[in-house]
Nanobody
Framework: QVQLVESGGGLVQPGGSLRLSCVAS????????MGWYRQAPGKQRELVAG???????DYADSVKGRFTISRDNAKNTVYLQMNSLKPEDSAVYYC???????????WGQGTQVTVSS
């Protein structure tokens, strides 16, 4: 059973930065792509950044140029560096596999990011 544990969220002012971490236990982490998703109140969960097993990254247009996803396979950890944060980035952030839904692990508890002055 794979367990995903996200951390690093918090309250930050517009223009600020946060670094999120996600540790995946119980899986061959290095073998597949991972992504960061977010869900704001009343909205569907969306994929904001993904990284392949080889380290190639892709981003949603809304975060391109501001967010950077990275991974450390030795630590079974994926990161999301978020810069120039905007109020519309406020959401609960989750990590999980990318690709078809049936490949996803059970969702973790997520980490809350709130961007507000």
């Amino acid at each position: 059973q794979v367990q995903l544990v996200e951390s690093g969220g918090g309250l930050v002012q517009p223009g600020g930065s946060l670094r999120l971490s996600c540790v995946a236990s119980g899986s061959i982490f290095s073998a597949y792509g991972m992504g960061w998703y977010r869900q704001a109140p009343g909205k569907q969960r969306e994929l904001v950044a993904g990284i392949t097993s080889g380290g190639s990254a892709d981003y949603a247009d809304s975060v391109k140029g501001r967010f950077t996803i990275s991974r450390d396979n030795a630590k079974n950890t994926v990161y999301l560096q978020m810069n120039s944060l905007k109020p519309e980035d406020s959401a609960v952030y989750y990590c999980n596999r990318v690709g078809p839904v049936f490949l996803r692990h059970a969702w973790g508890q997520g980490t809350q990011v709130t961007v507000s002055s």
